[in-house]
């Protein structure tokens, strides 16, 4: 294959990534586009490729026989300060993570389809 022709799959790739759209309700709520109602395939690959965030928190930590191997080092002292609760007889102290909690209550009462904008 010529240059010229690699170039112009690719252009045609691009332009009928951007002609597709999937409209709100075929996709996760999380792909939501609420302005325009859906997505283009385009504007979907691209989301896709962004790294997320992860939560600290929700970092896999590798543990065998009871001892931390390795991983997240805030997870780790978060794990850690759970075991001293315990080993202590005291009742663990749950760290509470509000951004997340807040996500999901807004996602509990999406799909109990509660109208959080009405007042009670």
């Not at 951007?18 to 690959?45: F, K, M």
């Not at 759970?82 to 007889?89: F, I, L």
Request: hydrophobic share 35%; proline share 3%.
């Amino acid at each position: 294959m010529t240059k010229k022709f690699e170039q112009l799959k690719a252009e045609l790739d691009a332009a009928i990534m951007e002609c597709i759209w999937v409209p709100n309700e075929q996709l996760p709520e999380s792909y939501h586009d609420d302005r325009e109602g859906g997505r283009t395939l385009a504007r979907l690959q691209r989301q896709l490729e962004e790294k997320p965030e992860i939560d600290p928190r929700e970092a896999s930590v590798v543990i065998s026989h009871g001892e931390i191997q390795h991983g997240n080092q805030e997870r780790i002292d978060i794990l850690n300060r759970y075991r001293a609760n315990v080993e202590a007889g005291e009742e663990i102290q749950y760290e509470e993570n509000a951004g997340r909690l807040y996500r999901n209550q807004q996602a509990f009462a999406s799909a109990m389809e509660i109208d959080l904008t009405e007042e009670f």
